[in-house]
């Protein structure tokens, strides 16, 4: 195994969390920006007010893409697990 194969397979797994996490992350901080604009135009600092829509849009999110983010991780441990005998062997 030499040290192309160690950045590739890292730069892979890099790239599938990214994609993973990239659609509950986006969806956290609009929600966010939207409800910190909101308390500063209505002066209203509640903390519950910007911690509950956001995490009801994570929970849109992962119900919405959650079968989308349960494949494609499925789908890269299953490409890793295929690939080991060609990379120890």
Do not use: N, Y
């Amino acid at each position: 195994m030499d040290p192309q194969q160690v950045l590739t397979i890292g730069r892979d797994g890099l790239l599938t969390l990214l994609m993973v996490c990239a659609p509950i992350l986006i969806v956290v901080l609009v929600v966010g920006l939207v409800v910190s604009i909101l308390q500063a135009a209505t002066q209203i600092h509640e903390q519950t007010l910007s911690f509950v829509p956001k995490l009801l849009g994570a929970f849109a999110t992962l119900g919405l893409a959650g079968p989308w983010m349960l494949s494609t991780l499925v789908d890269f441990i299953r490409t890793s697990l295929q690939s080991i005998p060609g990379v120890v062997g």
